[in-house]
Structures are given as structure tokens and as C-alpha cells.
């Protein structure tokens, strides 16, 4: 099949995928974006425990964790431009990239959403009866004192599933968007060079997931500064220690699969 | 265009037919998975000189790389590998004769390692070191105590990550429609392209995997109450 092996060739190729890295990126910053929306807006439901709104969230997630991404990426291209004529938006013009962007969005939103309830359900509740009784206000207990306990224990969950995305990604090339997959197989085939090209596309994938994994690792660390061991200066002021957020990390199932129903 | 309600259904029957075919990339994948996992968590956490190095680089390179990359590896690479092997050595054997499937159930097999490696790993690190002394000290050798001790409860531990990895392996099996299997994806795809009734023919697909991953989360909930039957504390 092909030319013969070429070690070479992989380095050359490198350049011409790296052109497409930025698709690639941006996929998942859009999506990031899209799915930070509607994960909130999915997990004020469930977590205010609003009743109908609440079985809907439930479904939504279910069914976005229930099917793979592949069949929702096919599902959304082909169904939401006649959805969204029911309502008078003409999609058919919209480029390729919007659907993509749209469906990895929705896809993440679900996940997002358990991430986001999970923790801040994770979040003792005696730090908001601390933070009242100290005579806060319903937000500022919520910005001071949920929020960034809440952001801190979200980091690591947040982390996989940015690093799942960016593998999702590779499925873009169904539908005809350029990312780096799609990219690689044109390579391939235009210099029936399949090998070196899926070589060369893999430890490209290594070194951005790596990458991202050591940046978030950093924001995770940078949060968690109040976990850490104690610094002389705070020893004072500690009644008890707290258990390790990692535990509490460890039993959020955010993972990818799972259907919850 | 409306949508026909009644192509639902025809493509629901349709994609019946692909449901084995799914499966069975996903059982052999898993099971295949399982294995390589369990020898790789056991060589990483007995810190084995060359070959926990090699499992940790294994599992680092697959868990950074899309399942569609090492799909496509082993469908090119594979037989490149394998007619070169076949001709030093001077079998008859050609690349040609590996059935489509076959290169899903190499590249999801090697997939599923890695993430199951991962889940086993720190499942067994979960069990009390107590456990592994308590059962040295009644005589068991090591493998004895691995078998009939440690691993027992490592798997009840790990048993809703090891769901997710089979879930997650049976949504990435739709990718095998990328090497001509025709799985439910690509099932989807044929029956749509007959009469151009994408959306409806991908809602019934969506709607069988729906229905497999939640089936495969009851059975997990049923297996997981009974596995920890043993584990419900208090006296007698």
C-alpha cells in the first residue's frame, strides 16, 4: 500500500499539519466556549431543582453522553439546518465549521454541566452558612467563597475533558472540515505517503494534549494553593485540616461514557 | 423537507441487522483490552525494569492521540509490517488476506489497553496494602494473593471506570466505518443513501446507542450490588 517507508517524510510533513493545528484549535476553543454556556445553563436546573427544566437537563446530558459523538456530529449536520427552517433560519450557507463547532459545544455542554454540578454540590455546605454568617450577600458569598472552591476542585475534570475534545476533534474530517486528520489524509494520498503522515498527525496530537495537560496541571496547582501544605505564617489560623479535593475529584464521574438516565 | 416519521422506523430495522457487528468490535475490543491492561497495570506497579518504561510510554502515546489515529496507523502500517515479516521469513502469508475487521479489533484491542491499563492500575492501588500482607502472612505466594486477594477487589473498585471504558469503546467503535465495516454508523450511512434521509436514518442509530449504553449501565448496576455484597460493613 503506498510508497515505501520514508522516514523523512515525517518531518516534512510536520510543517504542513502544523498550518492546520490552528483549525484544529480553534474547534476546540469554540467549542469550549459553546459548552461552558450550556453546560451552566444544563446544570442551574438540576442544581436549583427546578421540575420540569430538571428532567430535561437530565435527558439532555443522558442523551449526549449516551450516543457517540460521531452519530450527533452526522445527526446535527443533516437535522439542525430543517430544524431551524421549522423557525425561519436559513442555514444551508452557513460553512461546515459552525455545525462542528455547534455539535463538539452541545457534546461538551453535557459534560461540562456534570462537571459543574458536580462540583459545586462538592463544595461544603458550611462554607456558605459561614459565609452569610459573617453577613455576606447571596452573590458575594457565591463569587468569594463557592466559586473559587468550586473552580479549584473543576480544574482536573475540566483538564480530560479539554484533552478528550481535542481528540474529538479528529472526527471533524467527516463532514469535510480541513483540521489536521483531514489534512493527513490528503497528504497521504497525494504522496501515497500514508505511514509517515499519520506518524507525523500522532505525535503532533501527543505534544498539544501534553502540552495542555502540563498548562491546566498549572492552573490546577495555582488553585489549589489553600490545599497546600501550610506555610508558617498560615499554621496559625488552621483549626483542622480538610480532606484532599483529589478524593473528591476521584468520584466525580465525568469521565466520557455513561449515559445516567 | 419534513421529517418522515415512518423512515425512522424502516432504518430502526434496518440497523437491527449491524447491532452484532458493533458488539462484536466492542466484546473483542474489551476483552483483548482488559488483558493488555491488566499486564500493563500489574508492570507498572511492580515497577518491572524495561517493560514498565515501555507501558508507560504505551499508555502516555495512546491516551494523547485520537482512537481515529491509531486506526488509521495500524490500517496502513499493519500490512506493511506484516508482508515484510512474511517475506524474510518466507510464509506464504500475505497482508491482503486480514479480513476489514480485523485491523478494528487490533486498533480498538490496543486503544482499550491503554485506558483500561489506566483503570485497573488505580484500582489495585486502591486496595489496603494490608490485604497483600494478611494473605503473605496466611502462606499465599504472590501470584496467589494477586489472584485470589488483590484483584478481586481492584475490579470491584474499578467497576464503574471499566463501564465507562466499555461504553466508551462501543461509541468508538463507529469509527470502524473508516476501514469499510459496516457497523451501525456506516449501516446508517448505506440506508440513508438510498433515499437522501440522512437525519432520520442517524435519530434511529442515536436511538440504538442510547438504548445499548444505558442497557450496558443497568447491567453494570446489577453486577456492582452484587460484587459488593461482601463490603456492607457494620457487625455479622
Same mark, same amino acid.
Given at each position: 500500500?503506498?510508497?515505501?517507508f520514508?522516514f523523512?517524510f #515525517? ?13 484544529t484549535? !480553534? ?7 459553546v459548552? %461552558?454556556i450550556?453546560g451552566f445553563l *444544563?446544570? !442551574? ?5 427546578i421540575?420540569? $427544566?430538571?428532567?430535561f437537563s ?5 442523551f449526549f453522553?449516551?450516543t457517540?459523538?460521531l452519530i =450527533?456530529l452526522?445527526?446535527?449536520y443533516y437535522?439542525l439546518p430543517e430544524?431551524?427552517?421549522?423557525i425561519g ?11 462542528v *463547532? $455547534? ?6 455542554g ?6 459543574i454540578?458536580?462540583?459545586v454540590m462538592?463544595v461544603?455546605r458550611g462554607q456558605?452558612? +459561614?459565609a452569610?454568617?459573617?453577613?455576606m450577600t447571596?452573590? =458575594?458569598?457565591f463569587?468569594?467563597?463557592v466559586?473559587p472552591? +468550586?473552580?479549584? *476542585?473543576a480544574v482536573?475534570?475540566?483538564?480530560n !475533558? ?7 476533534t479528529s472526527l471533524?474530517?467527516?463532514?469535510g #472540515?480541513m483540521?489536521m486528520t483531514?489534512?493527513? =489524509?490528503t ?5 501515497q505517503h500514508f505511514?509517515?503522515?499519520?506518524i507525523?498527525l500522532? $505525535?503532533?496530537?501527543l505534544v ?6 502540563k498548562v491546566?496541571?498549572? %492552573?490546577? #496547582?495555582r488553585? %489549589?494553593?489553600?490545599?497546600l501544605?501550610?506555610t508558617p +505564617?498560615?499554621t496559625?489560623f488552621r483549626i483542622h485540616k ?5 478524593? #473528591?475529584v476521584?468520584? *466525580?464521574?465525568t469521565?466520557?461514557g455513561?449515559?445516567?438516565l | 423537507m ?5 423512515f ?11 447491532? /452484532?457487528t &458493533?458488539?462484536l @468490535?466492542t466484546?473483542?475490543?474489551v476483552?483483548?483490552g482488559f488483558?493488555i491492561?491488566l499486564i500493563g497495570?500489574?508492570v507498572?506497579i511492580?515497577?518491572?525494569?524495561v517493560l514498565?518504561q ?13 482512537m481515529?489515529t491509531?486506526l488509521?496507523?495500524?490500517y ?8 515484510a515479516?512474511s ?8 497482508s491482503s488476506?486480514i479480513?476489514m @475487521?480485523g ?9 482499550a489497553g491503554a485506558?483500561?491499563?489506566?483503570v485497573?492500575r488505580?484500582?489495585?492501588?486502591a486496595?489496603n496494602?494490608?490485604q497483600?500482607?494478611a494473605?503473605?502472612? @496466611?502462606g499465599m505466594?504472590t ?6 486477594i488483590?484483584l478481586?477487589?481492584a475490579l470491584a473498585?474499578s467497576? /464503574?471506570?471499566?463501564?465507562n471504558?466499555v461504553?466508551g ?8 466505518f473508516t476501514?469499510?465495516?459496516v457497523?451501525?454508523n456506516?449501516?446508517?450511512?448505506i440506508v440513508?443513501? &438510498?433515499n ?5 436514518a442517524?435519530l ?7 438504548g445499548l449504553?444505558l ?5 453494570t ?16
Amino acid at each position: 500500500m503506498g510508497a515505501p517507508f520514508d522516514f523523512s517524510f #515525517v518531518f516534512s510533513f510536520f510543517p504542513k499539519l502544523a498550518s492546520t493545528l490552528g483549525i484544529t484549535l !480553534l474547534i476546540v476553543a469554540g467549542s469550549l466556549v459553546v459548552g %461552558m454556556i450550556v453546560g451552566f445553563l *444544563i446544570a !442551574l436546573p438540576r442544581l436549583y431543582r427546578i421540575p420540569a $427544566l430538571r428532567t430535561f437537563s437530565q435527558v439532555y446530558v443522558s442523551f449526549f453522553r449516551g450516543t457517540p459523538i460521531l452519530i =450527533q456530529l452526522f445527526l446535527f449536520y443533516y437535522g439542525l439546518p430543517e430544524i431551524l427552517k421549522l423557525i425561519g433560519i436559513d442555514m444551508s450557507k452557513a460553512p461546515v465549521l459552525v455545525f462542528v *463547532i $455547534l455539535t463538539y459545544g452541545l457534546h461538551t455542554g453535557a459534560f461540562m454541566s456534570e462537571m459543574i454540578r458536580a462540583s459545586v454540590m462538592a463544595v461544603d455546605r458550611g462554607q456558605l452558612e +459561614a459565609a452569610y454568617a459573617v453577613g455576606m450577600t447571596g452573590r =458575594q458569598a457565591f463569587t468569594r467563597i463557592v466559586l473559587p472552591q +468550586a473552580l479549584a *476542585i473543576a480544574v482536573p475534570v475540566f483538564s480530560n !475533558l479539554v484533552i478528550a475534545l481535542l481528540k474529538d476533534t479528529s472526527l471533524a474530517f467527516t463532514l469535510g #472540515v480541513m483540521e489536521m486528520t483531514g489534512k493527513a =489524509q490528503t497528504l497521504g494520498s497525494v504522496t501515497q505517503h500514508f505511514i509517515e503522515s499519520y506518524i507525523a498527525l500522532a $505525535l503532533i496530537y501527543l505534544v498539544v494534549s501534553f502540552t495542555l495537560e502540563k498548562v491546566l496541571k498549572a %492552573m490546577e #496547582v495555582r488553585l %489549589m494553593r489553600h490545599e497546600l501544605p501550610d506555610t508558617p +505564617a498560615r499554621t496559625g489560623f488552621r483549626i483542622h485540616k480538610k480532606g484532599s479535593y483529589r478524593r #473528591v475529584v476521584a468520584g *466525580i464521574g465525568t469521565e466520557k461514557g455513561g449515559a445516567e438516565l | 423537507m419534513k421529517i418522515d416519521v415512518t423512515f425512522i422506523w424502516t432504518a430502526f430495522v434496518h440497523l437491527l441487522s449491524a447491532i /452484532p457487528t &458493533t458488539l462484536l @468490535i466492542t466484546a473483542v475490543s474489551v476483552t483483548v483490552g482488559f488483558i493488555i491492561g491488566l499486564i500493563g497495570a500489574v508492570v507498572r506497579i511492580y515497577k518491572v525494569p524495561v517493560l514498565s518504561q515501555i507501558a508507560t510510554a504505551y499508555v502516555t502515546f495512546i491516551r494523547g492521540t485520537p482512537m481515529l489515529t491509531h486506526l488509521l496507523l495500524i490500517y496502513f502500517g499493519l500490512p506493511v509490517i506484516v508482508d515484510a515479516v512474511s517475506a524474510a521469513l518466507g510464509l506464504g502469508f500475505k497482508s491482503s488476506s486480514i479480513p476489514m @475487521i480485523g485491523f478494528a479489533f487490533i486498533s480498538f484491542s490496543i486503544t482499550a489497553g491503554a485506558y483500561m491499563s489506566e483503570v485497573i492500575r488505580s484500582g489495585l492501588l486502591a486496595v489496603n496494602r494490608g490485604q497483600l500482607e494478611a494473605a503473605y502472612s @496466611i502462606g499465599m505466594t504472590t501470584p496467589q494473593a494477586l489472584r485470589r486477594i488483590v484483584l478481586p477487589q481492584a475490579l470491584a473498585v474499578s467497576l /464503574p471506570n471499566l463501564s465507562n471504558s466499555v461504553i466508551g469503546m462501543l461509541h468508538g467503535s463507529t469509527l470502524a466505518f473508516t476501514v469499510s465495516v459496516v457497523d451501525i454508523n456506516a449501516k446508517a450511512q448505506i440506508v440513508a443513501s &438510498t433515499n437522501w434521509k440522512f437525519f432520520e436514518a442517524y435519530l434511529a442509530a442515536a436511538a440504538i446507542f442510547w438504548g445499548l449504553t444505558l442497557l450496558i449501565e443497568r447491567l453494570t448496576a446489577l453486577l456492582e450490588k452484587r460484587i459488593n455484597l461482601y463490603n456492607r460493613g457494620g457487625v455479622a
